[in-house]
C-alpha cells in the first residue's frame, strides 16, 4: 500500500558531500513524518533526521550542523543534503514514514553510503 524508493548513496571522500533522495507511493494520504535512519555494521539503527509535513524537523546530534533534511509535499518526496561527510557517517540509509497516529512504519530497501578516502 505504500512504497519508498531511495537513491543518492555512494562513495565519497571525507568531507565531502552527498544528497539522499525518497519518494513515496501508494496510499500516502495516511502519512506525517518522513525521515532518514542510518545502520552501520554491528551497529543499532539509529535515527537521523525526521521532517513532518508541517515541516518540522529533528536531528541527530552527530549530524547537526551538517545535515539538512527536506520534503515536497506535492512530489511525496523527503531529500538529506549530507555535507562535511565523517568515516563514521559510513552505514546503510534508510527511508522511513510514519502514518499520522505514529502507529506504522514503512520502509526503503536502504542506500549504501561510503565514506573513505
Known amino acids: 500500500q505504500v512504497q519508498l524508493v531511495e537513491s543518492g548513496g555512494g562513495l565519497v571522500q571525507p568531507g565531502g558531500s552527498l544528497r539522499l533522495s525518497c519518494t513515496a507511493s501508494?496510499?500516502?494520504?495516511?502519512?506525517?513524518?518522513m525521515g532518514w535512519y542510518r545502520q552501520a555494521p554491528g551497529k543499532q539503527r539509529e535515527l537521523v533526521a525526521v521532517?513532518?509535513?508541517?515541516?518540522?524537523?529533528n536531528y541527530a546530534d552527530s549530524v547537526k550542523g551538517r545535515f539538512t533534511i527536506s520534503r515536497d509535499n506535492a512530489k511525496n518526496t523527503v531529500s538529506l543534503q549530507m555535507n562535511s561527510l565523517k568515516p563514521e557517517d559510513t552505514a546503510v540509509y534508510y527511508c522511513?514514514?510514519?502514518?499520522?497516529?505514529?502507529?506504522?512504519?514503512?520502509w526503503g530497501q536502504g542506500t549504501q553510503v561510503t565514506v573513505s578516502s
Open positions: 522511513n514514514a510514519k502514518t499520522v497516529d505514529y502507529k506504522t512504519d514503512y
Open positions: 521532517i513532518t509535513r508541517a515541516g518540522t524537523t
Open positions: 501508494g496510499n500516502i494520504f495516511r502519512l506525517n513524518a
